[in-house]
């Protein structure tokens, strides 16, 4: 057997391996949302059935949990990635010994335990400004450190900005807001829908922080978790399934309009050429 050979073997085998890592748990848990058991498994499978949706849409706690985590994840999105939009910048614009200290300071809450994060917020607030808990408290706190995730996205993305451009503008009598949303903004612009998305998704799945810091308020995660106590049923794979599916439907509308911007692209340099 030649190297090439065996190496592409390996390489096919450890793609299987990983894949099967990654899709073989929701595959399962896809499953167990037909199972007839009243607990989330496939084994033993008692049957197939469709009654767990049903309990789903009667399922209006979780509904209320879904609806508090969208709001939590907005309010995250409109505080996160501004602020991380307004570090990056500064980072970018600074030229002086104080620039590694600051990226560290900024960074750092990424390296905080998302317990201590909670319960520094929830004392801070309680003592300072006698709030308790609740969705705004949630947004707060998620966003002390998801703006460090939005941050390095935008970091990431002014590496490859040509300030010559802003230069050129700021000479032809531009004012600094002017250069901003007509330069800067447009070409931060898909950086900006990363930050908005990833915001999202981590604010979604956060639990250590948002267990502390709720108050009476319930999200999705905070609720799965204490179902989990109290007796787990499929209509959480129902739920699980659905999210999935959404996910697959957005992926796949998203590469659609992807290839067909490309394509047009394409077609307008052959144009001009």
Known sequence: MSADRFRRILTGFYLVVFFGYLFLPLAVM????FNTSRFPTVTPW????????????????????LGT??????????L??????????????LHSRSKTFLYAVMVSPLLTPGVIVGISTLVFWREWFGVTGGIFLTVVAQSSYIA????????ARLQRFDTALEEAALDLGATHGQVFRRITLPYLTPAILS?????????????????????????????IASKVRTG????????SLILIGLTILGAVAYEILRR????????SASLAA
């Open 232 to 239: 787990l049923t499929p209509a959480v794979n129902a739920l």
């Open 148 to 155: 460090a995730y939005a941050m390095l996205l935008f970091s």
């Open 260 to 267: 067909r911007e490309a394509r047009r692209q394409a077609g």
């Open 46 to 65: 008692l049957g197939f059935t469709l009654s767990w949706f049903s309990a789903l849409w009667a399922d209006q706690r979780m509904w209320s949990a």
């Open 30 to 33: 896809a499953a167990a949302t």
């Open 195 to 223: 930050a908005a998305l990833l915001a999202f998704l981590q604010s979604f799945e956060n639990y250590n922080t948002t267990l502390f810091v709720r108050g009476l308020d319930t999200t999705l995660t905070v609720y």
């Open 69 to 78: 985590s969208l709001i939590v994840g907005a309010g995250v999105i409109a």
């Open 80 to 93: 996160a990635v501004p602020l991380g939009l307004a570090a990056a910048l500064l980072l970018d614009r």
